[in-house]
């Protein structure tokens, strides 16, 4: 499948005061293919909003190439194009962020309204587009309500109406669920997937959770100080994490992290590990910490386990406390490891180790 954003290279450098310097992305090179639900994630100040800013030129790169829907928009080798040509461009690319930004003094349907005065559409035209959009999230009922009068997520439901006035190709969610509870995050989530089947609608989510990227994702890049460390698709990534961070944010839970802070880490003794197990759907169903003792000799304690769907597969995640000898834990990782079982170590400070 054909890659509807390229990013290759690019860099955004900040200059907030005299010789000062703020390397806020540095040479990411990110790649989206159509159709994509594609999860850049990440703690705050990791450079994800900076970076994907730069897809819709708001963000201008310092350097490096972006090319969206086939049409180069920056090159620092060669001309850009014209900002008529860009506010074309940017047409085709929604936005959706944490804060809504609805206009108080106006309707639901007059919000989504708002987005098409640019159209060629008639007003009797433009109207019954953003009705339509209103019954595609699910809004109907609410259109000639004020903001005001509606929830948090049906704000929300209003903003990514708002967004696909233009009939976009992409759709970037800037942190759009960080202020939704828990609930309400996951039936937009549930509506952003729908619209990515229903309208072929390639979209960005940029997120610090990595529950939101689960739910919906099919790929997945993890970003820290202004680079992308780890990506590829959330299976992979998710069962087989090659960095620190990435191993924290697939199997950091809260709830594993709390259970793991609570257990005294440096009481273990020479004879006992710290093991994180990640396993996928054809072997979710085994007694891990049983097999384990009859084929290894080892005592297996477990302190947090976990199955999760993800992709429409379940996941389970383990963490667990082996005590044998070395001879024993090396049996008993083979073991694991034939049975295509993820095992990362984590050591007395917390810290995920392979």
């Known amino acids: 499948m054909s890659d509807i954003i390229a990013l290759d290279h690019v860099d955004v450098t900040f200059h907030p005061e005299k010789n000062q310097e703020v390397k806020a992305v540095q040479d990411v090179s990110l790649h989206v293919a159509k159709g994509d639900v594609y999860g850049v994630v990440g703690y705050s100040g990791a450079g994800k909003s900076t970076l994907v800013r730069t897809i819709n030129l708001l963000q201008k790169p310092t350097q490096g190439r972006i090319e969206v829907n086939g049409t180069v928009l920056f090159d620092d080798q060669k001309q850009q194009i014209s900002n008529k040509e860009l506010q074309e ?29 640019h159209s060629k559409l008639k007003e009797k035209e433009v109207q019954a587009k953003a009705e339509k959009l209103l019954d595609l999230v699910g ?36 942190e759009a669920t960080s202020a939704l509870d828990p609930q309400t995050t996951n039936q937009i989530l549930d509506l952003l997937k729908d619209l990515n089947e229903k309208l ?36 992979d990534i998710y069962l087989k994490p090659q960095q ?31 093991y994180q197990l990640v396993f996928s759907a054809k072997n979710v169903g085994e007694s891990v910490i049983i097999s384990l003792y009859k084929e290894c000799g080892v005592d297996v304690s477990m302190l947090y386990g ?25 049996k008993a990782l083979k073991y694991l490891k034939e049975k295509e079982i993820e095992v990362t170590q984590i050591d007395d400070r917390g810290i995920w180790h392979d």
């Open 139 to 174: 809004l109907s009922d609410k259109a000639k309500a004020f903001p005001a009068q509606l929830s948090g997520g049906e704000k929300q439901r209003v903003a990514i109406a708002r967004a696909l006035a233009n009939d976009p190709d992409i759709l970037i969610s800037d």
């Open 306 to 330: 976990n199955v999760e769907v993800l992709g429409n597969e379940p996941v389970g995640t383990l963490f667990v406390i082996v005590e044998g000898t070395d001879e024993q834990h090396a």
């Open 244 to 274: 620190e961070l990435t191993r924290q944010f697939v199997g950091g839970s809260l709830a594993a992290i709390d259970t793991l802070r609570a257990y005294n880490l440096e009481q273990l003794s020479a004879s006992q590990r710290l």
């Open 89 to 117: 461009k940017r047409r085709k690319i929604g936005m959706i962020f944490q804060h809504f930004n609805l206009l108080d003094e106006t309707t639901v349907v007059e919000n989504v309204m708002f987005a098409l005065k």
């Open 200 to 235: 072929s609608l390639t979209i960005v989510l940029i997120t610090h959770e990595m529950d939101a990227v689960k739910r919906v994702a099919n790929k997945i890049a993890v970003m820290e100080y202004g680079k992308i460390i780890e990506q590829g698709t959330l299976h």
